[in-house]
């Protein structure tokens, strides 16, 4: 009883994954990607850049209310959260890349 059980999970879980699979290789095989995607990526990548840009600012506008000091701590905060949104944003968009030429790690 328990054998034919295993057999009937293994069975949907093959139907599954071959859905899946075919759902992949046809949605590459289109290649019919509108304008729209192209505005929604690049809007992905706008924010990816402008959220740790803007909680780098605050967080250093705080530091410096906080503990006055000669060095500016918004400046600095404003420069790493630039660097960590560029770092994102290459990050997406080589994500994006690697999917598009198949290379992506599924």
């Given amino acids: 009883m328990s054998g034919e059980r295993e057999q009937e999970r293994m069975q949907r ?45 605050a967080i250093g506008i705080w530091i410096d209310r906080a503990a006055p000091s000669d060095f500016s701590w918004t400046l600095a905060l404003l420069v790493a959260g630039v660097c960590i949104g560029c770092w994102n944003a290459w990050f997406w968009i080589n ?11 599924d």
């Fill in 13 to 57: 879980r093959t139907t599954m994954i071959e859905r899946t699979a075919s759902r992949k290789l046809r949605a590459r095989s289109e290649k019919r990607q509108s304008i729209l995607f192209g505005f929604g990526m690049f809007g992905l990548i706008g924010w990816a850049v402008a959220v740790p840009t803007l909680i780098g600012v």
């Fill in 95 to 105: 994500q994006e890349r690697r999917d598009e030429i198949g290379d992506g790690r």
